[in-house]
């Protein structure tokens, strides 16, 4: 059943997010620490697992794909509701900043993908 | 009762509806014009996510709120379908039938990157502040702090007690960053090669902004969504535990 697919995408959500806060409380910061990337690594896990076991038919899958294919309008209307107003009026600093910092950080990724090579 | 009123009601009452409505509308709009503008190369996600950037634009124009076009209270359903929690649900979904041994085999440079990231931004943050005349050691590392990302500088700035002036500035320069990463990655993947599950990584982990790196993979290619996103989601965590800390004695050293 499609529920089965989406209780267990819910089941790693939760548990991801909950040892991520664990993570941040125990080195005492005030922030998840890669709850989201726990929780995909347990989906990553768990559905191999179960997929093993043959306990995962496509239609539980549908469960979990549908998710990741409703992603994309998601980010959309997320980009519909940043503060975008705010961030093109804010001061020169900010503007610079950021603007500098990504500009940067694209540089280097040609850099260090080589680095990854050898 | 004017069926007008009527349909405002309904509209503003199913939210959520609605959003996937709107959400819809801009979608096939936007890959029509991918299509007839620019023949395809374009990707209708990227112009999508423009278009919503616009259309935020001028909802805090008009409202003077915070959360673009959701203010307008027709479109306020945007606010939860594009809110943190189903962005993360979705995030998750997309690591479905992820290639572990990619994860494996760009984990030590991802990692990498996410030191070099956290830094790099925090370094360019606080030398713009100084630059822009800022002396005090906390205002500079919470400016350098939101420029990592805008979760971290109102988290820096509380723990070292900064006005809200210079918090409100730090969450502008993560914001200015963000919406950067989202409009930038589909114009820059080309010419940084960031067209495999490796890059995505060093991407996720250098820009670190969850929504940016999200949105940002997504007008690129969706199979690379989830490398990205399995970086970026340590960068926030990285940077609330270096700014206020090491960062801060660091900056008061130099100081």
Redesign the interface.
Known sequence: MVIYGVAL??F??IS??FL?EL??RL?G?????????I???L??GL??YLKKKILLPPIT?KG?????A???????????????????D?????????????F???????F??K??KK | MNPLEIMDSILIKNGIITAFLVVGIIIWFSYFLSEKLTNGKFHGSAIAIIISLILAYFGGYLTGGEKGLADIEIFSGLAILGGAMFRDFAIVATAYGVNTSELRRAGKVGVLSLFIGVILSFAVGAIMASLFGYKDPVDITTIGAGTVTFLVGPVTGTALGASSEIMALSIAAGLVKSILVMVATPLMAPYVGLNNPKSAMIFGGLMGTNSGVAAGLAAVDPKLVPYGAMTATFYTGLGCLLAPSVLFLLIRFVH
């Open positions: 995408l819910a790693c959500f991801g997010l991520g993570l941040g080195i910061i005030e922030a998840n620490l890669g709850g989201v990337g929780a995909m690594l989906l990553i559905s191999a899958e979990i794909t549908f998710w990741s409703i992603y994309i309008p998601i980010v959309v209307a997320m980009a519909a509701k940043q503060n975008v107003f705010s961030a093109l804010a001061g020169g600093v900010a503007l610079v900043s950021g603007f500098l910092a990504v940067i950080s694209f540089l280097l990724i040609p260090l993908t680095v990854g």
